[in-house]
RNA sequence: GCCCCCAUCGUCUAGAGGCCUAGGACACCAGCCUUUCAAGCUGGAAACAGCGAUUCGAAUUCGCUUGGGGGCACCA
């Protein structure tokens, strides 16, 4: 088994786009197969600069490895498509010999042209194969012209190309709707319909598992292969991830990138396990899954026809839990680039590793994903908290008895060991003594030290600030109600 | 306009004629827990697009309709 992913270095790759390396990947890993990862770099107008990489860093994130391709090479190599122009060219130039390809003089403009009075007509666009029977005469008067031609393959007239999909089924395409497809272009590079189908058999691809959209021009391939006496191989078409308009997803879908993610906080394995489940199912429970489980369960039958929507909302839950299945340290590990890079600068640096492992335990179930984590942190490492003085009076306590408390609170601190049990020993009957409920109390000490009316719970809280950064937030607190009368 | 594909809760899905008064998950709502927020637990609301046909019996088969998507470039 060989399969392939084939992306254009057109852009930064998105979410649907590595869902098909995915399960490309998990293919080949179930079936001991090789994963070959190729180039197809054909359209040196749109080629991106910086794409290359941030699909290579998309699929290293993510740990999806190949076993040929970029910088591992491969016995079919090389794995650029710019690099094996004299392929496709010498493939062409026997096509033509053969009489199943033709060389086509017609200029962008009277294409253009042609749509647009078909499009008028309401007619389906498509070349109107002009140039398919030239005399040697006409074609030297054109050539004389200095025209550089295109090739164009000479589709059947009539007939039918069937083919079987391993996920839709049986595919029936007329022959009459297709239209004499450019093979080469003028500046010597071969579209995508051919150097894929020169590729996908020289390098012995087994089976094509891409998106849905391919699905329509799957029978060009077909009748490539015949015409060059290839046998095809498996042809799988995935059904699309949509975005939330259910269109196709594309950049005005906000943050589709892969490497997005990566920057927001999203673990490779929880957003490897989310993918999966896109298009793929286990069962009617199974979930939660890890790499090795997903590699030993996937299989084509299993893959959905709908297109799916990718959700935010249950990519968050997953990182969620993946997040809090890591043990301290690796949250640690995994947590210290996101709070070097997302804390105030005002917070010196480089950021203590102690003091990141004991708050990492109190808010690793609050959050979603890393770059939040540095949010709920901040305040554990801010020199002077910034926080409405109204919310020290959130609960209705008047300030009065809100000075009262904090007053007495701080005296009692002074003395008291600063370890959360102790914390509580001290705190709660104090605010029984105060006359207070202890919501109002612990809340007025939650604002005063944490500048916040939700964190996590008081006593660790305040136990991890440590007494002098606790007696410092109290007396600013206390200076803040003052300020108010 | 033409061709192709698809159609179960808001979303991701299970379901391959009776196991379905349609199951799970996210999100949502309520309750419990509780010093807040989370997490956790319990419960709830929520779907077979419509119409025909086949059958003793249809979410599951067939047809039509409707709806959605994709394709129709010297882009992939």
């Given amino acids: 088994m060989r ?28 079936h001991g197969g090789s994963f070959i990862l190729r180039i197809e770099d054909t359209d040196v107008a749109r080629k991106v ?41 010498g493939v062409v130039r026997r096509l033509v010999e053969q009489g199943d390809a033709y060389l086509c003089y017609c200029s962008p403009e009277r294409l253009e ?56 089924g049986d595919v029936v395409f007329d022959c009459a709707t297709i239209d004499d497809f450019v093979l080469l272009k003028s500046d010597g ?3 995508y319909h051919l150097a894929n189908v020169v590729d996908d058999h020289r390098m012995k691809i087994s089976h094509v598992l891409r998106a849905d959209e391919w ?54 394995q929880a957003m490897v396990n989310f993918l999966a489940l896109l298009g793929w199912s286990l069962d009617d429970r199974t979930e939660l899954m890890s790499r090795e489980e997903l590699i030993k369960n996937f299989s084509i039958e299993r893959i959905g026809k709908t297109g799916a929507i990718f959700s935010q909302e249950k990519l968050g839950w997953m990182n969620g839990v993946y997040l809090r299945q890591l043990s301290i340290e690796e949250l640690v590990e995994h947590a210290m ?20 492992c004991q708050i990492m335990p109190l808010i690793q179930e609050r959050m979603r994903t890393l770059a939040e984590g540095a949010e709920l942190a901040s305040f554990f490492f801010v020199e002077r908290l910034d926080y409405e003085p109204a919310l020290l009076l959130e609960r ?52 005063a030290t944490t500048g916040h009316t939700a964190a996590p719970p008081l006593f660790e809280t305040m136990a991890v600030l440590g007494r002098e950064r606790c007696l410092k937030r109290i007396e600013a607190a206390l200076e803040r109600l003052m300020d108010r009368a």
């Fill in 3 to 30: 399969v392939r992913f084939a992306p254009s270095p057109t852009g930064i790759p998105h979410v649907g786009n590595i869902r098909t390396a995915l399960f490309n990947w998990l293919f080949a890993r179930h």
């Fill in 49 to 89: 600069k910086g794409a290359l990489e941030a699909i290579l860093d998309s699929l290293r994130w993510l740990g999806l490895d190949w076993d040929e391709g970029p910088e591992v090479g491969g016995e079919y190599a090389p794995y650029f498509q710019s690099q094996r122009l004299e392929i496709y060219q």
């Fill in 113 to 168: 042209e042609m749509r647009r009075e078909q499009m008028r007509r309401k007619q389906p666009p498509g070349y109107d194969r002009r140039c398919r029977e030239l005399s040697e005469r006409e074609k030297a008067e054109l050539e004389a012209k200095g025209i550089t031609p295109v090739v164009r393959f000479k589709t059947p007239l009539s007939g039918a190309v069937k083919f079987n999909d391993l996920i839709r």
């Fill in 189 to 191: 590079y071969p579209t």
């Fill in 215 to 268: 699905l329509s021009s799957t029978p060009r391939h077909i009748l490539l292969y015949d015409a060059l006496g290839y046998e095809p191989p498996e042809f799988a078409h995935l059904p699309m991830i949509l975005g939330n308009d259910r269109a196709k997803l594309s950049k005005r879908h906000g943050a589709t990138s892969v490497m997005d993610y990566q920057k927001q906080g999203y673990l490779p």
């Fill in 337 to 356: 680039p996101f709070l070097e890079r997302g804390l105030p600068k005002s917070v010196k640096r480089p950021i203590s590793g102690d003091y990141v």
């Fill in 396 to 447: 209705g306590l008047t300030r009065e008895r809100a000075l009262k408390a904090l007053e007495t609170a701080k005296e009692r601190l002074e003395s008291c060991p600063f370890e959360a049990s102790s914390l509580e020993g001290v705190l709660r009957p104090l605010a029984a003594e105060l006359g207070l409920k202890t919501g109002e109390f612990f809340g007025l000490l939650r604002v």
